[in-house]
C-alpha cells in the first residue's frame, strides 16, 4: 500500500488501481479526489469536508462511493445509495480495502462549543486517520496518522496520544495552519527533540509518498 500526503488532513492510499481518500477538505487541492475509488470523511468541518467538491465528483463518476458519519451523510443526500452511514464499531469493506471505524466524538475546542460527530478509520488494520480526535483503537495499529495542529489540541497531548498508540511509525496530518517555523518547532517535540516516545515520528510535506 502506497500512502500519500495531500493538503492539511487529505491522504490517499493507493493500492494498485485501487484509490482511497480520506478527508479532501478545503486546504486540500481538489485534484485529491482524481480517480478516487472510494472516499472516507471523518467529520463535517470545512478543512475535512467539502459538500459541493464530493456531490460534483459523484456526478463526474457514478461508481464512486463514500463512507461517513450520519451528519456528513445528510448533507450528500442526493446519490442514494453511494453515501453509506457507519460508525463506531463497524466494519466495512471498501474498494477492496478492510475499513474499521473507531471514535465517535470530536476533541472538545472548548466547554461552550458543542461537540460533533467525529469518527477514525483503520484501513487494513495498517493505517489509523482519527479525525479531529485522540481515538486510541482497541486494536494494534502499523501507522498512525497524527493531527498535529488544531484549535482544540496540545503538543503535550499529541505526545501522549502517540505513547498510547504505540504505532510501528507515525506521520503527521493536520499542519495546514502551521508556517515553516512552527512544523519544526512541532515535528521536533513529537519526534527526535521531544521527551520521547516509542513511535518514529515524521512529517511528510504535501505530495509526498511512502510505502507501507
Not at 460534483?56 to 443526500?77: F, G, M, R, Y
Request: negative net charge; charged residues 20%; proline residues 8%.
Amino acid at each position: 500500500m502506497e500512502l500519500t500526503k495531500h493538503g492539511h488532513a487529505c491522504v490517499v492510499l493507493g493500492d494498485g488501481d485501487r484509490r482511497l481518500v480520506i478527508d479532501p477538505g478545503a486546504f486540500t487541492d481538489a485534484g485529491a479526489l482524481d480517480g478516487a475509488t472510494a472516499v472516507l470523511v471523518t467529520h463535517e468541518h470545512p478543512d475535512h469536508f467539502v459538500p459541493d467538491r464530493l456531490r460534483a465528483a459523484l456526478d463526474a463518476d457514478p461508481a464512486l462511493e463514500i463512507w461517513t458519519n450520519t451528519s456528513v451523510a445528510a448533507q450528500l443526500d442526493g446519490p442514494g445509495g453511494r453515501v453509506h452511514v457507519v460508525g463506531h464499531g463497524d466494519a466495512v469493506t471498501v474498494a477492496g480495502f478492510e475499513v474499521q471505524v473507531h471514535g465517535e466524538l470530536h476533541a472538545e475546542i472548548h466547554p461552550e462549543i458543542p461537540r460533533i460527530a467525529n469518527i477514525g478509520f483503520l484501513v487494513d488494520g495498517q493505517v489509523f486517520h482519527p479525525g479531529d480526535a485522540l481515538t486510541v483503537p482497541d486494536e494494534p495499529v502499523a501507522t498512525l496518522l497524527v493531527p498535529m495542529h488544531a484549535p482544540w489540541s496540545r503538543t503535550a497531548d499529541l505526545i501522549d496520544y502517540v505513547r498510547a498508540v504505540h504505532a510501528d511509525q507515525a506521520f503527521a496530518v493536520h499542519d495546514g495552519l502551521l508556517n515553516d517555523i512552527g512544523l519544526g518547532i512541532v515535528t521536533g517535540l513529537l519526534g527526535e527533540r521531544g521527551p520521547g516516545t516509542p513511535t518514529p515520528f515524521s512529517r511528510l510535506a504535501p505530495g509526498d509518498a511512502v510505502e507501507l
